[in-house]
């Protein structure tokens, strides 16, 4: 009978919070490895971000050692972002485990279980791992664009800057007087050749309010970011 390596992922709010938690991949995954007449081994990675590599997980380590040894000819995953950051990671990865002979099993990929042990299979993997990483680089164009016309329109994005408020939208950034003064004092003490450490002194001996208001203590660090912004 094959060895197989069934091998779930989630992150903490996953756990908690989806249908993609440990208890749903691992009785999906042995569901499948049922069906298919696998022998499974299960290695987990509990509250970990599918943003680090196989290599750099825990369990993702026991996984990569196991396939080093030998000790496996299959690896299952329930779906592509369990096992892997991205398409293709997956792609990349799937080439050199099929030189060593290892076959990848998605169990729901895009509503259908594929693997890589027939052509087919190999070629639906590179088909909707491909219209997965399109759609997410469209989700990033998309957020991008809106954040662009957020700026042109004067709108806030995170944290209010130093220098402006909110309007009672809530939303559009409006100045403030009283804060735009003390960015003018910074840019001209930065033309007078002083020092980032110079000017946060200055402004901490003129008790100068921070913009949380709730320190008069200025860093270096926060008249840096001030100039970055005005230029």
């Known amino acids: 009978m094959p060895q197989a390596i069934g091998y779930t992922r989630c992150s903490t709010h996953e756990q908690a919070d989806s249908g993609l938690g440990l208890d749903a991949q691992v009785e999906r995954i042995q569901a499948y490895a049922r069906l298919k007449g696998l022998d499974l081994e299960l290695i987990t990675d509990a509250g970990v971000s599918g943003g680090k590599p196989l290599a750099k997980r825990e369990g993702g380590q026991r996984l990569l050692a196991a396939i080093q040894a030998r000790k496996a000819d299959t690896v299952?995953?329930?779906?592509?972002d369990?096992?892997?950051?991205?398409?293709?990671?997956?792609?990349?990865?799937?080439?050199?485990?099929?030189?060593?002979?290892i076959a990848l099993h998605i169990v729901d990929m895009g509503g259908n279980a594929i693997d890589t042990t027939s052509a087919a299979g190999r070629f639906m993997l590179v088909v909707l791992a491909g219209a997965a990483e399109m759609e997410r680089n469209l989700t990033r164009e998309r957020t991008r664009s809106a954040m662009a016309v957020k700026?042109?329109?004067g709108q806030r994005i995170g944290s209010i800057p130093f220098g402006y408020d909110l309007d009672d939208d809530g939303v559009t950034l409006v100045e403030n007087p009283s804060e735009q003064a003390v960015i003018r004092d910074i840019k001209a003490m930065r033309s007078r050749g002083m020092k980032l450490q110079q000017i946060a002194a200055e402004l901490t001996n003129r008790g100068v309010p921070t913009k949380t208001g709730k320190s008069r203590n200025w860093t270096?660090?926060?008249?840096a970011?001030?100039?970055?912004?005005?230029?």
Request: aromatic share 6%.
């Open 220 to 223: 270096h660090q926060a008249v």
């Open 151 to 153: 700026r042109a329109n």
């Open 225 to 231: 970011r001030i100039l970055s912004r005005v230029g």
């Open 76 to 80: 299952v995953v329930l779906k592509l």
């Open 82 to 101: 369990r096992g892997f950051r991205n398409a293709t990671d997956c792609l990349t990865t799937v080439e050199q485990w099929e030189r060593k002979g």
